[in-house]
T-cell receptor
Framework: GAVVSQHPSWVICKSGTSVKIECRSLDFQATTMFWYRQFPKQSLMLMATSNEGSKATYEQGVEKDKFLINHASLTLSTLTVTSAHPEDSSFYIC???????????FGPGTRLTVL | AQTVTQSQPEMSVQEAETVTLSCTYDTSESDYYLFWYKQPPSRQMILVIRQEAYKQQNATENRFSVNFQKAAKSFSLKISDSQLGDAAMYFCAFDTGTASKLTFGTGTRLQVTL
């Protein structure tokens, strides 16, 4: 099956700093990728849709200026959490659809802890 | 907007027994896809089984099968011959198109006991 990677797998940062998370599709091209956030013992909530060559589409209630998304190429999307605060601490997961498989492939996730 | 409801926060099953996890959904779409994902402690999302709404036949993948009732908007997962490795969070999910954004249910934590 297709493989999606995320980097870093975990990160600890100080409040007020910015953190970048990368999502890569390793063996296929993805014009669209999705970013989810999962708080402890909760479900995955879609944050935004990352579109190669155009602006990301954000879900209601997600601050686009705080969660910057850049789909730099057909295999890479980045999520930057700007001016991170402790309430941004969460598990961030990306996914990339592969139409030939008619399914989405998930990255292993990134655990962000903001002190 | 679509909603997905999982009414069982936790379930327990003995090894080798059968368990059914419930999922209901609400949509005005006529064509869509339903999924069950497994999230083990590693938190890697793993696709368990998929059902296309236009197919009347229930999907089956080895020990995993679904009971898809389109009129009732119900999509339950049956795990047969449960194994210790089946212990995980299970999420029901809905997709309106070919690999578009997913709407997840709240999840069911499955425990497998000896």
């Amino acid at each position: 099956g297709a493989v999606v990677s995320q980097h870093p797998s975990w990160v600890i940062c100080k409040s007020g700093t910015s953190v970048k998370i990368e999502c890569r599709s390793l063996d296929f091209q993805a014009t669209t990728m999705f970013w989810y956030r999962q708080f402890p013992k909760q479900s995955l909530m879609l944050m935004a849709t990352s579109n190669e060559g155009s602006k990301a589409t954000y879900e209601q209630g997600v601050e686009k200026d705080k969660f910057l998304i850049n789909h730099a190429s057909l295999t890479l999307s980045t999520l930057t959490v700007t001016s991170a605060h402790p309430e941004d601490s969460s598990f961030y997961i990306c996914s990339a659809p592969r139409s030939s498989y008619n399914e989405q492939f998930f990255g292993p996730g990134t655990r962000l802890t903001v002190l | 907007a679509q909603t997905v409801t999982q009414s069982q926060p936790e379930m327990s099953v003995q090894e080798a027994e059968t368990v059914t996890l419930s999922c209901t959904y609400d949509t005005s779409e006529s064509d869509y896809y339903l999924f069950w994902y497994k999230q083990p402690p590693s938190r890697q999302m793993i696709l368990v089984i998929r059902q296309e709404a236009y197919k009347q036949q229930n999907a089956t993948e080895n020990r995993f099968s679904v009971n898809f009732q389109k009129a009732a908007k119900s999509f339950s997962l049956k795990i047969s011959d449960s194994q210790l490795g089946d212990a995980a969070m299970y999420f029901c999910a809905f997709d309106t198109g070919t690999a578009s954004k997913l709407t997840f249910g709240t999840g069911t934590r499955l425990q497998v006991t000896l």
